[in-house]
Structure formats: structure tokens, C-alpha cells
């Protein structure tokens, strides 16, 4: 008796499973047709999954292949893994606003002999505009989105919102929170309970043996009934994230979630207790206690870091400024002058800083700035080594910086002329304050709302370099 198989479709943006094949009492020319599928991206990858091992000699351009509208068969490609069959896409993709077939035939056999399905086919329609998730994209949400695991933030896996649902990502949470797992059928084996990862009824999450591979998930339809939004799965750049009321009602997972303003963090497995050391013989707290100000908070500062970071080390000198006053007192110059220039952020503000759009200012006019309020107590420390920001920091003085929404290098530079000359920009552009640090990690109070947030030292002083090592402190008082 032949083996049936339970296909599956595994698509780079958006994952969709199809209903398992009806045995039938197969003559060797029955063919069971698939619903056609639409809106397939152009590197599309296909997976098969029997319910036995297959041969991996019998997976051929004869065995199963894909043709064009012309009937021509197209050059792909084989990943097989024990029963999952990958249909690798053709080296220059297939081709937008085109109808393929995928055919899959009874000469595929089963690793213990034996035709291992009845043959199949399936058309699908690739379309012109795949669901791009754009670097700009992410780092919006990284700016609003904080997500710890056993009280680490994970920089590489930002939760994010899209069509008024909150998602997470699915493999560094059950990696962080159970350890490992590893794939047996459609059920997923962690090291301290068997969970079977159900989406609907039937229609399962599944994992390859190394976590690197989700599928499938759901689309925005299945059976033509629509899926809400808080039962989809995204795959997000290659990382597949899970609606977080999946995350919480499907795997049983608690999430914390902590809201300031428009930011929140979400906080998932234990809060590890973290040693506290004393910076220096002075005895000051680790990390310094700066007040927290919030460039969100009414009046609203859109773009307005760099000005609410230096309020908030001024407040720390007992200097009575707002962000707003220091908003009013900087110098500005235009986004883009009327001769098509750009304006220039070492000559002061660039664009609208309350609502955009507008982009930044660097260290010389918050230098200029900051001495209009403490005089030469205001140092400027653009250039030093980063070693001599610690330094101030072990002795009791926040440090004004210069970095990046992400806290990492950043690959989104472009080139602008001003009236000064060219310089390179980034829209991703940020300023936070240095307020303690340890040997792995630092600490800085975000403009955005949070208070001695915690972040990789080395990772954080590469994007304070490549913004140009920009710093600022303001000296103690005399006594």
C-alpha cells in the first residue's frame, strides 16, 4: 500500500500550510491537485514533508520539478533532510507575475522501498512586490520595543507591531527559556515537556532538528476562512514571530510587559539578581542615579534626543532646564535649504525637532549649548579614547553621547551635500547618557523612556565610534 504525504508550503515572508492529501486506492496515473496558491515571492522555497523517510537517490528533476507557463520545467534544486524535501527556487528566482506548477511523483520512494506518494500537483502565481521588512522598519520598532530574556535584552530580535498585534520572536525564546529542542514529527520535544505547538486545529508549528527552520505558518487564509491577526505567524527577514497572545494562551509562556509612554519592554523567564559594584573610592551608586526625561512626553520633542539627553545630565548637576528650553535655545538650521542643500548637524539642529521630519545635532551646538547653563564646566570629548568616558563615570559625572537607535554598527549611511561640504547621515541616529557600566555591559538612560537601560559594552562603543566618538560631560562644581 503506498504512503500518503502531508505537504506543506515553507515561503520566505509568509508560511502557509495545506490540508494533508486523501488516501485514494491509487492507479499509478491518479493525480491529486492542489488548491493554487497566489502571491508567492520569487525566491520562494517549497518544503515537502512525508510521514516516512525517503530516499534521498530518488529526489530528481524526474521526481519532482516545477514547470513554467510554457510547460518547460525550470532548474532547481534539493534539500533533503530524512522526510522533508526542500524545493530550492532557480538561481535567478522565478519570475514575477508568472504561474508555476509544482509536480511531485509516485517515483519518489520511501527509504524503505516503495513508492512513498501518490503524485501531486500544484499551481502557484508569484507576484511583483514581496513583503519587504525594511531596516528602517525594525529600527522604529527597536526604538519602542525591548525584549529580555533571563534579564538579557535581545538586540538581534525586536518585538514588533504590525496591523495592531504585537509579535515576538519564537526560536530565542524557547531556546532561552527551555534550553534546546529538537523536531519528532509535528511535535516539538524541549528539554522539560513535550509541547505540541498548535496554531488551529490540524495545522501545527514545526521546527527542523537545529531550530533554524519554522513551518509551517499561517497565512491570511486557510480553507478560505480568514486567520485574525493574533493567531498569524510572520517571517520576519528569516526569524519567525508569533502573535504574543499565541505566545502566551498556545505555548503557555508568562510575559511581563512593562509601559513608559510609547515604549515597553517585554520581559520573559527569570530576572537574574545582578552584583552592583561601587564606582571608584568615591563611593558613587552604580549605576548613577540621573533623572529620567522622556522625549515623547508632552510637550513632545519628535527629534528631540539629543536636547532631552542633555537635560537630563544639567538636571543631574542640580541646573533647573527643561528639554523644551534647551529645544528653544539651540541653534537650527533647515532639513533642506531652497537650493537643494541639506542642512549640516554640526551647525545645529537639522529640520523640525518637535514633529519632524528632521534628523539630528551633534556634539558643537550642544557643546555651545551646554555652556550657556554651566559655563566652561561644559567639556567637550569628541575624539577621546572611550576608556576616558568611564573614567568621568567612576567619578560620579554622566556622559552626554552620540550612538545609534540599535546600539550597534549600523549599515544605513548616506551621503549628504551641505553648505559645508559632504558628510555622511544616519536617520538612525541617537543620543543617550552613559550612567554606569561594568565590564560586559553599560548603562544609559534613554531618551525614550528608559532608566539605566542595560546594553552590550562592546557593541555599544562600536556605534559611538562610527557616529564619530561624539561626547560631552559637565565638571563638578568647585568646593
Given at each position: 500500500?503506498?504512503?500518503?504525504?502531508?505537504?506543506?508550503m515553507?515561503?520566505?515572508f509568509?508560511?502557509?500550510?495545506?490540508?494533508?492529501v486523501v488516501?485514494?486506492a491509487?492507479?499509478?496515473?491518479e493525480?491529486?491537485?492542489l488548491?493554487?496558491?497566489?502571491?508567492?515571492s520569487e525566491?520562494h522555497k517549497?518544503?515537502?514533508?512525508?510521514?516516512?523517510?525517503v530516499?534521498?537517490?530518488?529526489?530528481?528533476?524526474?521526481?519532482?520539478?516545477?514547470?513554467n507557463?510554457?510547460?518547460?520545467?525550470?532548474d532547481i534544486s534539493?534539500?533533503?533532510i530524512?522526510d522533508?524535501?526542500?524545493?530550492?527556487?532557480?538561481?535567478t528566482?522565478?519570475?514575477?507575475n508568472?504561474t508555476y506548477t509544482?509536480?511531485?511523483t509516485?517515483q519518489?520512494?520511501?527509504?524503505?522501498?516503495?513508492?512513498?506518494t501518490?503524485q501531486?500537483e500544484m499551481?502557484?502565481?508569484?507576484?511583483?512586490a514581496?513583503q519587504?521588512w525594511?531596516e528602517t522598519?525594525?529600527?522604529e520598532?527597536?526604538?519602542?520595543?525591548?525584549?529580555?530574556?533571563?534579564?538579557?535584552k535581545?538586540?538581534?530580535?525586536?518585538?514588533i507591531t504590525y496591523?495592531?498585534a504585537?509579535y515576538l520572536?519564537?526560536k530565542?525564546?524557547?531556546?532561552?527559556?527551555?534550553?534546546s529542542?529538537?523536531r519528532?514529527?509535528?511535535?516539538?520535544l524541549?528539554t522539560?515537556?513535550?509541547?505540541?505547538?498548535t496554531?488551529?486545529?490540524?495545522?501545527n508549528?514545526?521546527?527542523?532538528q537545529?531550530?533554524s527552520?519554522?513551518v509551517?505558518?499561517m497565512?491570511t487564509q486557510?480553507?478560505?476562512?480568514?486567520v485574525?491577526?493574533?493567531l498569524?505567524?510572520?517571517?520576519?527577514?528569516?526569524t519567525?514571530?508569533?502573535?504574543l497572545l499565541?505566545?502566551?494562551?498556545e505555548l503557555?509562556y508568562e510575559?511581563?510587559?512593562d509601559?513608559?509612554g510609547?515604549q515597553?519592554?517585554?520581559?520573559?523567564?527569570e530576572?537574574?539578581?545582578e552584583?552592583i559594584?561601587q564606582?571608584?573610592?568615591k563611593?558613587?551608586?552604580n549605576?548613577?542615579d540621573?533623572?529620567l526625561?522622556?522625549q515623547?512626553a508632552?510637550?513632545?520633542?519628535?527629534?528631540?534626543?539629543e536636547v532631552?539627553?542633555?537635560?537630563?545630565?544639567?538636571q543631574y548637576?542640580?541646573?533647573?532646564?527643561t528639554?523644551n528650553?534647551?529645544?528653544?535655545n539651540?541653534k537650527r538650521v533647515p532639513?533642506?535649504?531652497?537650493s537643494?542643500?541639506?542642512?549640516?548637524?554640526?551647525e545645529g539642529?537639522?529640520?523640525?525637532?518637535e514633529n519632524?521630519?528632521g534628523?539630528s545635532?551633534?556634539h558643537g551646538p550642544?557643546?555651545d549649548?551646554?555652556?550657556?547653563?554651566?559655563?566652561?564646566?561644559a567639556?567637550?570629548?569628541?575624539?577621546?579614547?572611550?576608556?576616558e568616558l568611564?573614567?568621568h563615570?567612576?567619578?560620579?559625572k554622566?556622559v552626554?553621547?552620540m550612538t545609534n537607535t540599535r546600539?550597534k554598527?549600523?549599515?544605513?549611511?548616506?551621503?549628504w551635500?551641505?553648505?559645508q561640504?559632504?558628510?555622511?547621515?544616519?536617520?538612525?541616529?541617537?543620543?543617550?547618557?552613559i550612567t554606569g557600566y561594568?565590564d560586559?555591559?553599560?548603562?544609559i538612560n534613554n531618551?525614550?523612556?528608559?532608566k539605566?537601560?542595560k546594553?552590550?559594552?562592546?557593541?555599544?562603543?562600536?556605534?559611538?565610534?562610527?557616529?564619530?566618538?561624539q561626547?560631552l560631560?559637565?565638571?563638578?562644581?568647585?568646593?
Amino acid at each position: 500500500m503506498r504512503r500518503h504525504i502531508l505537504p506543506f508550503m515553507l515561503i520566505l515572508f509568509i508560511t502557509v500550510m495545506v490540508p494533508g492529501v486523501v488516501s485514494h486506492a491509487a492507479e499509478q496515473s491518479e493525480i491529486d491537485t492542489l488548491e493554487k496558491r497566489s502571491d508567492i515571492s520569487e525566491t520562494h522555497k517549497w518544503g515537502i514533508q512525508f510521514n516516512t523517510p525517503v530516499d534521498p537517490a530518488s529526489i530528481n528533476g524526474n521526481s519532482i520539478y516545477v514547470t513554467n507557463d510554457q510547460g518547460e520545467k525550470v532548474d532547481i534544486s534539493f534539500d533533503v533532510i530524512e522526510d522533508h524535501v526542500t524545493i530550492l527556487p532557480p538561481a535567478t528566482g522565478y519570475q514575477a507575475n508568472h504561474t508555476y506548477t509544482i509536480v511531485v511523483t509516485d517515483q519518489v520512494e520511501s527509504a524503505e522501498g516503495g513508492s512513498a506518494t501518490t503524485q501531486i500537483e500544484m499551481e502557484f502565481t508569484v507576484n511583483d512586490a514581496p513583503q519587504k521588512w525594511t531596516e528602517t522598519f525594525l529600527e522604529e520598532q527597536s526604538a519602542n520595543h525591548t525584549l529580555v530574556l533571563n534579564g538579557e535584552k535581545q538586540d538581534e530580535h525586536t518585538p514588533i507591531t504590525y496591523e495592531q498585534a504585537t509579535y515576538l520572536p519564537i526560536k530565542p525564546i524557547i531556546g532561552a527559556l527551555e534550553g534546546s529542542a529538537e523536531r519528532k514529527g509535528k511535535t516539538l520535544l524541549t528539554t522539560q515537556k513535550e509541547r505540541k505547538l498548535t496554531i488551529l486545529p490540524g495545522r501545527n508549528v514545526v521546527y527542523t532538528q537545529d531550530m533554524s527552520t519554522v513551518v509551517p505558518v499561517m497565512a491570511t487564509q486557510i480553507d478560505g476562512q480568514e486567520v485574525p491577526n493574533d493567531l498569524r505567524i510572520l517571517n520576519v527577514n528569516g526569524t519567525y514571530y508569533a502573535p504574543l497572545l499565541f505566545i502566551q494562551e498556545e505555548l503557555g509562556y508568562e510575559v511581563r510587559i512593562d509601559r513608559k509612554g510609547e515604549q515597553a519592554t517585554y520581559r520573559m523567564g527569570e530576572e537574574p539578581e545582578e552584583e552592583i559594584v561601587q564606582l571608584s573610592e568615591k563611593n558613587y551608586d552604580n549605576p548613577l542615579d540621573v533623572p529620567l526625561l522622556n522625549q515623547m512626553a508632552s510637550p513632545q520633542l519628535y527629534n528631540g534626543c539629543e536636547v532631552t539627553s542633555l537635560a537630563m545630565v544639567l538636571q543631574y548637576h542640580d541646573v533647573g532646564v527643561t528639554k523644551n528650553e534647551l529645544a528653544n535655545n539651540v541653534k537650527r538650521v533647515p532639513l533642506t535649504y531652497n537650493s537643494g542643500l541639506k542642512g549640516n548637524p554640526n551647525e545645529g539642529f537639522v529640520g523640525d525637532m518637535e514633529n519632524g521630519p528632521g534628523l539630528s545635532v551633534y556634539h558643537g551646538p550642544i557643546h555651545d549649548l551646554a555652556k550657556q547653563y554651566v559655563g566652561e564646566r561644559a567639556k567637550d570629548l569628541t575624539g577621546v579614547n572611550v576608556d576616558e568616558l568611564y573614567t568621568h563615570v567612576d567619578e560620579g559625572k554622566p556622559v552626554w553621547v552620540m550612538t545609534n537607535t540599535r546600539f550597534k554598527r549600523v549599515n544605513n549611511f548616506q551621503t549628504w551635500n551641505t553648505p559645508q561640504g559632504s558628510i555622511d547621515v544616519t536617520f538612525s541616529v541617537h543620543s543617550v547618557v552613559i550612567t554606569g557600566y561594568t565590564d560586559n555591559y553599560v548603562y544609559i538612560n534613554n531618551p525614550y523612556g528608559q532608566k539605566n537601560q542595560k546594553l552590550d559594552r562592546s557593541q555599544f562603543e562600536e556605534a559611538w565610534k562610527q557616529m564619530g566618538s561624539q561626547a560631552l560631560v559637565i565638571e563638578h562644581k568647585q568646593q
